[in-house]
Structure formats: structure tokens, C-alpha cells
């Protein structure tokens, strides 16, 4: 119902920056939230951030001040600028959109786009 198609991401120093996007393909729904996660190797993905149709964001604490979300809703398309990239930043970044169904919260993923930030 949901397929969200994910680019941007790639190798950058340390200090430097990259835009991630991510595109939803979703006939007949509307979308409301839109969101990134990330994961590292052996550890649980983590919310980095995330966005409602009308504009209000949400960021990890982590990541407050260094990335920025963004969206246009006529392109059902999410936007993660990330700033003063870390090496603790390297991880595969999914795209999120979490749909209310009758039977509780449905989770669409993106394939994932790895970043990676050397030192």
C-alpha cells in the first residue's frame, strides 16, 4: 500500500553534510507522519526524527541542532539534511511511515541508505 523509495545517502568526512530523501508511493491514503530512523550493526534502530503532514517535528536528542526534517507534502516526499556529520552517525537510515489501521499501527520501511562518516 505504502512503498517509499530512499536516496541521498553516501561517504562524508567528518564535519561535512548530506540530504537524504525519501519518496511514498500511496494511492488513496494520506499520509500524515513521515519519519527517519537508523541502524547500526547489533543494535535496535533508533528514531533520528520525524515530521506530521502539518509541519511539526520531533528530533533524538542527539541529533537536535545537526539535522533537519523536512517535508513537501505534494511530492509525498520526506527530507533529512544532516549537518556536522559525526563517525557515530554512520548507520543504514530507514524511511518511516506509520499508518493507523483498524488493527493498530502499520510500519512501511524504506530499503534503507547507508551513510557513512569517517574520521
Known amino acids: 500500500q505504502v512503498h517509499l523509495v530512499e536516496s541521498g545517502g553516501g561517504l562524508v568526512q567528518a564535519g561535512g553534510s548530506l540530504r537524504l530523501s525519501c519518496t511514498a508511493s500511496?494511492?488513496?491514503?494520506?499520509?500524515?507522519?513521515m519519519a527517519w530512523y537508523r541502524q547500526v550493526p547489533g543494535k535496535e534502530r533508533e528514531l533520528v526524527a520525524r515530521?506530521?503532514?502539518?509541519?511539526?517535528?520531533g528530533y533524538a536528542a542527539s541529533m537536535q541542532g545537526r539535522f533537519t526534517i523536512a517535508r513537501d507534502n505534494a511530492k509525498n516526499t520526506v527530507y533529512l539534511q544532516m549537518n556536522s556529520l559525526k563517525p557515530e552517525d554512520t548507520a543504514v537510515y530507514y524511511c518511516?511511515?506509520?499508518?493507523?489501521?483498524?488493527?493498530?499501527?502499520?510500519?512501511?520501511w524504506g530499503q534503507g541508505t547507508q551513510v557513512t562518516v569517517s574520521s
Open positions: 518511516n511511515v506509520p499508518l493507523t489501521t483498524p488493527w493498530g499501527i502499520k510500519n512501511y
Open positions: 500511496a494511492s488513496s491514503i494520506n499520509i500524515d507522519a
Open positions: 515530521i506530521t503532514r502539518g509541519g511539526d517535528t
